[in-house]
């Protein structure tokens, strides 16, 4: 199977012999393009490093919270089905690829990152799926049941967009590994999930466990 030509393109110019490979996820019935695992397990040089950081590829992988959440909607897709669902910082497209496997009316997948919708792209005709695209959350009407969130508060800085998701849905739903102090009125740990990254960067035991988030806007 041969990986989109765009995406390649843009991997190999960050680092030079790396692949995407199509992946099949564990414990779930999709696949994604990712950075081949064999990559990743090898020391990078100051210029890669510089280019990683400057422009990391987030979208070539799976984090572990995107894919506690693809295997919770799997499991409980009543909090997708029939409805219309906003992926919030898409990356991969995991999410909301799982939310229309789930029986979702309308997903839209949205991220700033031109690669990650792109990503989304591929990743969509992968697991042959429909999905919509958006580069500006702030753009969107609100006419979304439910906001799904996954991975995007590895930055403290994003803390207040914790305000804005009821702002465009009904509901929110985030899944997060990173955060330890966790505190807002609007949003309830709904459940602890355990998941990885893909491929494996053997990150601390502690961000292998996902909490699940949820809030409401008619409770908030």
């Not at 890669?48 to 984090?63: A, V």
């Not at 969107?140 to 994003?158: C, G, M, P, S, T």
């Not at 740990?189 to 990885?196: K, T």
Request: with cysteine; glycine share 4%; aromatic share 8%.
């Amino acid at each position: 199977m041969t990986p989109p030509h765009d995406l390649q393109r843009a991997l190999s110019e960050l680092l030079g012999d790396a692949q995407l490979v199509a992946t099949a996820l564990p414990g779930t019935v999709l696949k994604l393009w990712l950075i081949d695992a064999d990559n990743m397990d090898r020391a990078f040089s100051p210029e890669e490093t510089r280019r990683i950081l400057e422009e990391p590829p987030y979208w070539s992988f799976c984090w572990a919270s995107g894919l506690a959440l693809a295997r919770f909607l799997a499991e409980q897709p009543q909090w997708v089905a029939g409805k219309r669902v906003l992926d919030f910082g898409s990356g991969s497209g995991v999410a909301a690829i799982a939310a229309v496997k789930a029986g979702a009316l309308e997903v839209v997948a949205c991220d700033l990152d031109p690669l990650a919708l792109a990503a989304c792209q591929a990743n969509a005709r992968l697991n042959d799926v429909q999905l919509s695209y958006s580069a500006d959350f702030f753009a969107e009407i609100d006419r979304f049941d439910l906001i799904l969130v996954a991975d995007v508060l590895y930055d403290r800085a994003n803390l207040p967009l914790l305000d804005q998701f009821l702002s465009r849905g009904r509901q929110a739903l985030v899944a997060d590994s990173r955060v330890r102090d966790f505190q807002h009125p609007a949003y309830l740990r709904l459940a602890m999930l355990e998941a990885h990254t893909l491929p494996d960067l053997a990150e601390p035991a502690e961000f292998r466990n996902v909490s699940l988030y949820h809030a409401c806007r008619d409770l908030a």
